[in-house]
């Protein structure tokens, strides 16, 4: 039961991560039609605005203090985060605290980069061909981590937790199973993105804005007619997508170091995620995305693993074979949607 339980967290750790990827993919095809290659991409530079914000605030001071001595016999120089030597426990508080408090940072970047990539090349491509927008984008991704790499280097680069959260839960106890721990920080993730995909969805549901921009994904023209300017608001959902999958990256930097190959790795398995889910389908990219997420976990279980060797690297796209065979339009795939 034990280890049920680990890779049931451990699935719905991995389903989160798919689960916001794929919603700020599908958030781009639903509205504006476009298959965004360069949807991964986003998700790295929201991971390394964590590490700027980290090195930001670990910007040092020296000072020298002459009452201690190195064993040359030297003054000691003493070394303090800027930040710290500014404000005192507060500035260390900033410190240690950097990760979440860089999703303040990311939020104003990320929606600065997105309103760039939609206003200077993806409306470019709304009416073109699907494989011409894969193209571009996904030279658009090739670009930005180039960029990235040429900027942090080839290496994967550290994003410490907060100290307060560095350790384990004791999830066990919480559901009456014994011990069973499970570090903090991945319960936290899990916690965080299941916040974002409600506040994206209520969004779309429950305000105005997000009910005209659903209607204009079902008929752009007609909405056109009433005096709306429908573009506006997809630029808007554009710059919303970009958000989501930057902060995404941002508290992911704590699991998986950021390096920039990181958007790629997770790009085309959240395309599959979309894919199952249903093109176009917001709540079937959750769905799919929690779910791949969940059957990728125990099929890396080594008792799986010992009777179908490699099964953890295949279930994803065997799951996406027999779902599309089946269910050609996904899980909650929308009529109409890539059938043209």
């Known amino acids: 039961m ?10 719905l750790d991995k389903g989160a991560a798919y689960a916001l990827i794929a919603l700020g993919l599908t958030l781009v095809f639903g509205t504006l039609g476009v298959v965004n290659f360069a949807h991964g991409a986003l998700f790295m530079i929201g991971a390394f605005c964590a590490v700027v914000f980290s090195r930001l605030l670990q910007l040092e001071t020296v000072t020298v203090d002459p009452e201690k001595l ?3 016999g030297s003054p000691m120089e003493i070394r303090t985060p800027l930040v710290q030597a500014w404000l005192g426990d507060f500035g260390a508080f900033l410190v240690e605290w950097s990760v979440p408090l860089s999703i303040l940072f990311a939020i104003p970047v990320m929606l600065f980069v997105g309103i760039a990539m939609e206003r200077g090349l993806i409306r470019f491509f709304y009416r073109r061909t699907h494989a011409e927008q894969i193209l571009v984008t996904f030279g658009l991704a090739i670009v930005l981590q180039e960029i990235v790499k040429a ?18 839960a004791d999830v066990g106890t919480w559901i009456g199973l014994g011990s069973i ?11 965080f993105a299941l916040v974002v995909v409600g506040l ?5 549901r429950f305000t105005t804005y997000g009910m005209v921009v659903r209607a204009g994904m079902e008929d752009r023209q007609t909405v056109g007619f009433l005096g709306i300017d429908i573009q506006r608001r997809f630029t808007v959902v554009f710059a919303i997508a970009a958000v989501v999958a930057g902060v995404a990256g941002v508290m992911y930097t704590p699991i998986v170091p950021p390096n920039y190959n990181i958007g790629m790795d997770f790009l085309v398995l959240s395309f599959v995620v979309v894919v199952v889910g249903g093109m176009g389908s917001v709540s079937g990219a959750v769905l799919a995305g929690f779910l791949l997420g969940i059957l990728q976990s125990f ?11 490699g099964i953890d690297q295949v279930i994803i796209y065997l799951v996406a074979v027999v779902v599309l065979l089946t269910m050609p339009r996904g899980l909650l795939g929308r009529k109409g949607v890539m059938e043209r």
């Open 2 to 11: 034990d280890q049920f339980v680990l890779q049931l967290l451990n699935g």
């Open 70 to 72: 190195t064993p040359w």
């Open 151 to 168: 900027n942090f280097g080839a290496n994967p680069i550290p994003v410490a937790t907060p100290p307060a959260l560095s350790g384990s």
């Open 181 to 191: 721990y499970y570090p903090w920080w991945r319960l936290i993730y899990l916690g």
């Open 200 to 204: 994206v969805i209520s969004f779309l």
């Open 299 to 309: 099929a890396a279980m080594n008792e799986i693993k010992n009777i179908i060797p």
